[in-house]
Protein backbone atom coordinates (compact mmCIF):
# COMPACT_ATOMS: atom_id res chain seq x y z
CA UNK A 1 0.00 0.00 0.00
CA UNK A 2 1.54 3.36 -1.12
CA UNK A 3 -0.33 6.73 -1.53
CA UNK A 4 0.34 10.63 -1.64
CA UNK A 5 -2.27 12.91 -0.46
CA UNK A 6 -2.09 16.71 1.16
CA UNK A 7 -1.58 16.78 4.86
CA UNK A 8 -5.42 19.01 5.14
CA UNK A 9 -7.13 16.54 3.59
CA UNK A 10 -5.80 13.67 5.20
CA UNK A 11 -5.54 15.23 8.92
CA UNK A 12 -9.50 16.53 7.92
CA UNK A 13 -10.77 12.78 7.05
CA UNK A 14 -8.84 10.92 9.60
CA UNK A 15 -9.85 13.58 12.57
CA UNK A 16 -13.58 12.78 11.22
CA UNK A 17 -13.57 9.44 11.50
CA UNK A 18 -11.94 9.05 15.15
CA UNK A 19 -14.78 10.64 16.44
CA UNK A 20 -16.56 6.73 16.11
CA UNK A 21 -13.34 5.50 17.87
CA UNK A 22 -14.06 3.89 21.33
CA UNK A 23 -13.10 5.89 24.37
CA UNK A 24 -11.99 2.61 26.31
CA UNK A 25 -12.59 0.05 23.43
CA UNK A 26 -14.12 -3.32 24.69
CA UNK A 27 -11.28 -5.17 22.23
CA UNK A 28 -7.72 -3.71 21.25
CA UNK A 29 -8.45 -3.70 17.24
CA UNK A 30 -11.50 -1.21 17.94
CA UNK A 31 -8.94 1.40 19.28
CA UNK A 32 -7.83 0.81 15.26
CA UNK A 33 -8.95 2.97 11.99
CA UNK A 34 -9.43 0.98 8.82
CA UNK A 35 -7.57 2.74 5.63
CA UNK A 36 -8.34 1.18 1.88
CA UNK A 37 -6.44 2.72 -0.99
CA UNK A 38 -8.24 1.54 -4.41
CA UNK A 39 -7.34 2.54 -7.79
CA UNK A 40 -10.01 2.11 -10.25
CA UNK A 41 -9.43 3.40 -12.89
CA UNK A 42 -10.20 7.30 -13.10
CA UNK A 43 -10.87 6.92 -9.29
CA UNK A 44 -8.14 6.96 -6.95
CA UNK A 45 -9.67 6.85 -2.95
CA UNK A 46 -8.53 6.27 0.29
CA UNK A 47 -11.58 5.18 2.37
CA UNK A 48 -11.18 5.86 6.04
CA UNK A 49 -13.34 3.98 8.68
CA UNK A 50 -14.01 3.48 12.43
CA UNK A 51 -16.62 1.36 14.61
CA UNK A 52 -17.16 0.47 17.98
CA UNK A 53 -19.89 -1.48 17.58
CA UNK A 54 -23.10 0.73 18.08
CA UNK A 55 -21.42 3.74 15.88
CA UNK A 56 -19.81 3.43 12.60
CA UNK A 57 -17.48 6.21 10.36
CA UNK A 58 -16.44 6.35 6.53
CA UNK A 59 -15.10 8.97 4.63
CA UNK A 60 -13.38 8.72 1.24
CA UNK A 61 -10.75 11.37 -0.23
CA UNK A 62 -9.06 11.44 -3.49
CA UNK A 63 -5.37 10.78 -3.75
CA UNK A 64 -3.09 9.57 -5.76
CA UNK A 65 -2.38 5.79 -5.53
CA UNK A 66 0.76 4.19 -6.40
CA UNK A 67 0.43 0.73 -4.04
CA UNK A 68 -3.40 -0.11 -3.60
CA UNK A 69 -3.75 -2.01 -0.33
CA UNK A 70 -5.55 -1.85 2.86
CA UNK A 71 -4.27 -1.77 6.67
CA UNK A 72 -5.61 -1.01 10.28
CA UNK A 73 -3.27 1.69 12.38
CA UNK A 74 -4.09 3.33 15.55
CA UNK A 75 -6.71 5.64 15.09
CA UNK A 76 -6.18 8.16 17.78
CA UNK A 77 -2.20 8.20 17.61
CA UNK A 78 -3.10 8.39 13.50
CA UNK A 79 -5.43 11.75 14.15
CA UNK A 80 -2.42 13.58 17.16
CA UNK A 81 -0.02 12.73 14.11
CA UNK A 82 -1.93 14.06 11.30
CA UNK A 83 -3.01 17.21 13.11
CA UNK A 84 0.39 18.16 13.88
CA UNK A 85 1.95 17.99 10.55
CA UNK A 86 3.65 20.57 8.59
CA UNK A 87 1.29 21.55 5.43
CA UNK A 88 2.79 19.54 2.88
CA UNK A 89 2.51 16.29 1.08
CA UNK A 90 2.18 13.21 3.12
CA UNK A 91 3.83 10.06 1.86
CA UNK A 92 2.21 7.47 3.72
CA UNK A 93 3.35 3.47 3.09
CA UNK A 94 3.33 -0.36 4.49
CA UNK A 95 6.18 -2.71 5.09
CA UNK A 96 5.40 -5.50 6.57
CA UNK A 97 3.81 -5.09 9.41
CA UNK A 98 5.15 -1.26 9.69
CA UNK A 99 3.43 1.68 8.32
CA UNK A 100 5.48 5.00 7.44
CA UNK A 101 4.52 7.89 7.36
CA UNK A 102 6.79 11.42 6.06
CA UNK A 103 5.29 14.99 5.44
CA UNK A 104 8.13 17.24 4.72
CA UNK A 105 11.10 16.53 7.27
CA UNK A 106 8.77 14.71 9.40
CA UNK A 107 8.70 11.21 9.78
CA UNK A 108 6.63 8.60 11.74
CA UNK A 109 6.80 4.57 11.71
CA UNK A 110 3.32 3.21 13.37
CA UNK A 111 2.77 -1.03 13.85
CA UNK A 112 -0.22 -1.89 12.09
CA UNK A 113 -3.04 -4.10 13.90
CA UNK A 114 -4.37 -7.44 12.22
CA UNK A 115 -7.27 -6.47 9.30
CA UNK A 116 -8.93 -9.60 9.79
CA UNK A 117 -9.72 -9.18 13.37
CA UNK A 118 -11.51 -5.75 12.24
CA UNK A 119 -15.23 -6.31 12.27
CA UNK A 120 -17.26 -5.93 8.87
CA UNK A 121 -18.85 -2.28 9.23
CA UNK A 122 -22.51 -2.25 8.51
CA UNK A 123 -24.20 -1.58 5.38
CA UNK A 124 -25.94 1.50 5.16
CA UNK A 125 -29.53 0.57 5.66
CA UNK A 126 -32.81 1.69 2.80
CA UNK A 127 -32.84 4.98 1.88
CA UNK A 128 -35.57 7.04 3.39
CA UNK A 129 -35.42 10.13 2.05
CA UNK A 130 -33.12 13.70 2.20
CA UNK A 131 -32.97 16.99 3.88
CA UNK A 132 -30.95 20.28 3.26
CA UNK A 133 -28.06 19.43 5.23
CA UNK A 134 -27.85 22.82 7.13
CA UNK A 135 -32.07 23.11 7.84
CA UNK A 136 -31.12 19.60 9.46
CA UNK A 137 -27.94 20.81 11.47
CA UNK A 138 -29.61 23.56 12.65
CA UNK A 139 -33.39 21.37 13.92
CA UNK A 140 -30.82 18.99 15.03
CA UNK A 141 -29.51 21.28 17.46
CA UNK A 142 -32.61 22.93 18.60
CA UNK A 143 -33.75 19.55 19.90
CA UNK A 144 -30.48 17.67 21.10
CA UNK A 145 -30.39 20.46 23.81
CA UNK A 146 -33.03 19.24 26.06
CA UNK A 147 -32.17 15.19 25.93
CA UNK A 148 -31.24 13.44 29.01
CA UNK A 149 -27.81 12.65 29.78
CA UNK A 150 -28.88 10.23 32.51
CA UNK A 151 -27.60 6.52 31.15
CA UNK A 152 -30.31 4.83 33.91
CA UNK A 153 -32.94 6.09 31.54
CA UNK A 154 -31.75 5.85 28.14
CA UNK A 155 -35.13 6.51 26.43
CA UNK A 156 -34.58 10.24 27.19
CA UNK A 157 -31.01 9.99 26.51
CA UNK A 158 -32.49 10.32 22.26
CA UNK A 159 -33.83 11.97 20.16
CA UNK A 160 -37.14 10.75 18.33
CA UNK A 161 -37.22 11.23 14.85
CA UNK A 162 -40.77 10.98 13.34
CA UNK A 163 -41.31 10.45 9.76
CA UNK A 164 -45.04 11.43 8.07
CA UNK A 165 -44.28 11.49 4.48
CA UNK A 166 -42.87 15.07 3.90
CA UNK A 167 -42.68 16.07 7.64
CA UNK A 168 -39.81 15.17 9.80
CA UNK A 169 -40.34 16.06 13.21
CA UNK A 170 -37.74 15.72 15.92
CA UNK A 171 -38.34 15.73 19.73
CA UNK A 172 -36.52 15.06 23.15
CA UNK A 173 -37.03 15.57 26.60
CA UNK A 174 -35.30 15.48 29.70
CA UNK A 175 -38.62 15.51 31.78
CA UNK A 176 -38.07 19.21 33.12
CA UNK A 177 -38.14 20.58 29.22
CA UNK A 178 -39.46 19.04 25.49
CA UNK A 179 -37.99 20.15 22.58
CA UNK A 180 -39.79 19.64 19.68
CA UNK A 181 -38.72 21.00 15.52
CA UNK A 182 -41.05 19.86 12.63
CA UNK A 183 -39.35 20.40 9.03
CA UNK A 184 -40.04 19.33 5.13
CA UNK A 185 -37.91 16.55 3.75
CA UNK A 186 -37.73 14.93 0.39
CA UNK A 187 -39.08 11.46 1.05
CA UNK A 188 -38.35 8.36 -1.14
CA UNK A 189 -41.51 7.36 -0.83
CA UNK A 190 -44.40 10.49 -0.07
CA UNK A 191 -46.60 7.38 2.22
CA UNK A 192 -43.80 6.80 3.97
CA UNK A 193 -44.71 6.89 8.18
CA UNK A 194 -41.37 5.89 10.15
CA UNK A 195 -40.72 6.31 13.56
CA UNK A 196 -36.83 6.05 15.26
CA UNK A 197 -35.22 6.71 18.39
CA UNK A 198 -31.45 8.04 18.02
CA UNK A 199 -28.57 8.68 20.32
CA UNK A 200 -29.16 12.25 20.79
CA UNK A 201 -25.24 12.86 21.18
CA UNK A 202 -24.43 10.87 18.16
CA UNK A 203 -26.94 12.58 16.23
CA UNK A 204 -25.73 16.07 17.17
CA UNK A 205 -22.22 15.27 16.05
CA UNK A 206 -23.56 13.64 12.87
CA UNK A 207 -25.45 16.69 11.76
CA UNK A 208 -23.28 18.94 12.86
CA UNK A 209 -20.14 17.14 10.43
CA UNK A 210 -22.21 16.69 7.26
CA UNK A 211 -22.85 20.44 6.27
CA UNK A 212 -19.87 19.89 3.49
CA UNK A 213 -22.58 18.87 1.27
CA UNK A 214 -25.91 20.56 0.21
CA UNK A 215 -28.13 17.66 1.50
CA UNK A 216 -27.73 14.61 4.06
CA UNK A 217 -29.28 11.18 3.19
CA UNK A 218 -31.15 9.19 5.80
CA UNK A 219 -31.29 5.91 5.96
CA UNK A 220 -33.30 3.60 8.00
CA UNK A 221 -34.09 -0.12 8.54
CA UNK A 222 -37.61 -1.18 9.08
CA UNK A 223 -38.72 -2.52 11.99
CA UNK A 224 -39.24 -6.09 10.58
CA UNK A 225 -35.65 -6.32 9.19
CA UNK A 226 -34.27 -7.39 12.68
CA UNK A 227 -31.89 -4.81 14.34
CA UNK A 228 -32.60 -1.21 14.04
CA UNK A 229 -30.65 0.93 12.42
CA UNK A 230 -30.43 4.48 11.06
CA UNK A 231 -27.60 5.89 8.61
CA UNK A 232 -26.89 9.44 7.48
CA UNK A 233 -24.44 10.97 4.43
CA UNK A 234 -23.66 13.62 2.87
CA UNK A 235 -20.69 15.19 1.71
CA UNK A 236 -18.26 11.65 1.05
CA UNK A 237 -19.21 11.43 4.73
CA UNK A 238 -21.16 8.40 6.19
CA UNK A 239 -22.36 7.62 9.72
CA UNK A 240 -24.53 4.62 10.77
CA UNK A 241 -25.69 4.04 14.47
CA UNK A 242 -27.55 1.70 16.11
CA UNK A 243 -31.36 3.23 17.84
CA UNK A 244 -32.48 2.95 20.84
CA UNK A 245 -34.95 0.29 21.46
CA UNK A 246 -36.89 2.16 24.47
CA UNK A 247 -40.24 3.85 24.52
CA UNK A 248 -40.47 7.28 24.05
CA UNK A 249 -42.75 10.00 26.19
CA UNK A 250 -46.35 10.60 24.75
CA UNK A 251 -45.02 13.91 24.55
CA UNK A 252 -47.30 15.80 22.26
CA UNK A 253 -49.96 15.19 25.29
CA UNK A 254 -47.58 17.86 26.86
CA UNK A 255 -48.09 20.62 24.32
CA UNK A 256 -50.86 22.44 25.59
CA UNK A 257 -53.58 23.71 22.84
CA UNK A 258 -54.83 26.82 24.39
CA UNK A 259 -53.14 30.11 26.53
CA UNK A 260 -54.41 32.55 29.25
CA UNK A 261 -51.42 34.69 28.53
CA UNK A 262 -48.79 35.61 25.47
CA UNK A 263 -46.33 37.52 25.74
CA UNK A 264 -43.36 38.81 23.39
CA UNK A 265 -39.94 40.60 23.71
CA UNK A 266 -36.47 41.27 22.26
CA UNK A 267 -34.61 37.86 22.56
CA UNK A 268 -31.12 38.94 22.72
CA UNK A 269 -32.26 41.51 25.28
CA UNK A 270 -34.42 38.73 27.40
CA UNK A 271 -31.40 36.38 26.91
CA UNK A 272 -28.83 39.34 28.13
CA UNK A 273 -30.60 39.84 30.93
CA UNK A 274 -31.19 36.27 32.22
CA UNK A 275 -27.75 35.87 31.94
CA UNK A 276 -26.97 38.73 34.22
CA UNK A 277 -29.58 38.29 36.62
CA UNK A 278 -29.04 34.40 37.07
CA UNK A 279 -25.62 35.53 38.05
CA UNK A 280 -26.69 35.53 41.75
CA UNK A 281 -28.57 32.43 41.32
CA UNK A 282 -27.54 29.37 43.38
CA UNK A 283 -27.38 25.93 42.30
CA UNK A 284 -30.84 25.05 41.25
CA UNK A 285 -32.20 28.19 42.63
CA UNK A 286 -34.82 29.40 39.96
CA UNK A 287 -35.40 32.90 38.14
CA UNK A 288 -38.23 34.44 38.83
CA UNK A 289 -40.31 36.29 36.18
CA UNK A 290 -43.28 38.73 36.64
CA UNK A 291 -45.05 39.63 33.37
CA UNK A 292 -47.86 42.65 33.37
CA UNK A 293 -48.94 44.64 30.30
CA UNK A 294 -45.80 46.50 29.25
CA UNK A 295 -42.83 44.98 31.14
CA UNK A 296 -41.28 41.79 32.78
CA UNK A 297 -39.45 42.36 36.15
CA UNK A 298 -36.85 39.39 36.29
CA UNK A 299 -34.91 38.81 39.91
CA UNK A 300 -32.97 36.10 41.47
CA UNK A 301 -31.49 35.63 44.94
CA UNK A 302 -33.67 36.47 48.36
CA UNK A 303 -32.85 38.49 51.51
CA UNK A 304 -30.34 36.34 52.59
CA UNK A 305 -28.07 36.56 49.92
CA UNK A 306 -26.90 38.03 46.96
CA UNK A 307 -29.94 39.47 44.90
CA UNK A 308 -30.73 40.85 41.58
CA UNK A 309 -33.52 42.71 39.08
CA UNK A 310 -34.08 43.67 36.24
CA UNK A 311 -36.88 45.16 34.26
CA UNK A 312 -37.48 44.63 30.17
CA UNK A 313 -39.83 46.00 28.05
CA UNK A 314 -42.59 43.55 26.91
CA UNK A 315 -46.20 42.82 25.44
CA UNK A 316 -48.52 40.79 27.53
CA UNK A 317 -51.81 39.71 25.96
CA UNK A 318 -53.74 38.12 28.73
CA UNK A 319 -53.34 37.45 32.04
CA UNK A 320 -50.80 39.29 34.38
CA UNK A 321 -48.28 36.03 35.28
CA UNK A 322 -45.47 35.45 37.82
CA UNK A 323 -43.57 32.48 37.10
CA UNK A 324 -40.18 30.81 38.15
CA UNK A 325 -37.90 28.60 36.08
CA UNK A 326 -34.62 26.72 35.52
CA UNK A 327 -32.15 29.53 34.56
CA UNK A 328 -29.95 27.79 32.50
CA UNK A 329 -33.09 25.73 31.19
CA UNK A 330 -34.59 29.06 30.77
CA UNK A 331 -31.39 29.91 28.43
CA UNK A 332 -30.99 27.00 26.28
CA UNK A 333 -34.58 27.67 25.24
CA UNK A 334 -34.03 31.20 24.11
CA UNK A 335 -30.64 30.15 22.41
CA UNK A 336 -32.34 27.83 20.34
CA UNK A 337 -35.15 29.99 19.06
CA UNK A 338 -34.14 31.56 15.38
CA UNK A 339 -36.33 34.60 15.44
CA UNK A 340 -35.38 38.31 16.47
CA UNK A 341 -38.62 38.00 19.32
CA UNK A 342 -38.89 35.48 21.77
CA UNK A 343 -42.61 34.39 22.41
CA UNK A 344 -43.96 33.17 25.65
CA UNK A 345 -47.47 30.90 26.11
CA UNK A 346 -48.41 30.99 29.40
CA UNK A 347 -51.31 28.41 31.04
CA UNK A 348 -50.65 29.04 34.40
CA UNK A 349 -47.97 29.81 36.80
CA UNK A 350 -47.76 25.82 37.95
CA UNK A 351 -48.07 24.23 34.49
CA UNK A 352 -45.57 24.37 31.67
CA UNK A 353 -44.60 27.38 29.55
CA UNK A 354 -44.19 27.27 26.15
CA UNK A 355 -41.29 29.27 24.34
CA UNK A 356 -41.10 29.95 20.21
CA UNK A 357 -40.02 32.91 18.21
CA UNK A 358 -42.58 34.84 16.71
CA UNK A 359 -43.70 33.19 13.46
CA UNK A 360 -44.03 35.34 10.29
CA UNK A 361 -47.91 34.25 10.07
CA UNK A 362 -49.55 34.87 13.31
CA UNK A 363 -51.61 31.49 12.38
CA UNK A 364 -49.10 29.05 12.04
CA UNK A 365 -47.78 26.84 14.75
CA UNK A 366 -44.24 27.50 15.14
CA UNK A 367 -42.20 24.90 13.61
CA UNK A 368 -39.62 25.12 16.98
CA UNK A 369 -41.46 25.07 20.50
CA UNK A 370 -39.53 24.88 23.29
CA UNK A 371 -41.58 23.51 26.24
CA UNK A 372 -40.32 24.23 29.80
CA UNK A 373 -41.21 22.96 33.16
CA UNK A 374 -42.26 26.00 36.23
CA UNK A 375 -40.31 25.78 39.17
CA UNK A 376 -42.45 26.09 42.59
CA UNK A 377 -41.90 29.02 44.11
Known amino acids: MKFRVERDVL ?46 GQVSVDIDVEEPGTTLVSGRLLAEITRNLPPRTVEFST ?69 EGETLTLASTDRY ?28 DTAKSLTGGAEVSIALSSADSGEGMIGFEGGGR ?46 NTPLRLAFSESQLVLEAGTGEE ?25 IDGLNAIDSDTARLQFTTSTKPAIITGKPADEDATAEYRYLIMPVRM
Open 11 to 56: AEAVAWTARSLPARPSVPVLAGMLLEASDEGDSQRLKLSGFDYEVS
Open 95 to 163: DGAKVTLSCGSAKFTLLTMPVEDYPTLPEMPNLAGSVGSDVFSAAVGQVAVAAGRDETLPMLTGVRVEI
Open 177 to 204: RLAVRELTWNPEDPELSAVALVPAKTLA
Open 238 to 283: RTTTRLLDNEFPKYRALLPDSFNSVAELSKSEFLDAVKRVSLVAER
Open 306 to 330: AQAVEVLDASLTGDDIQIAFNSSYL
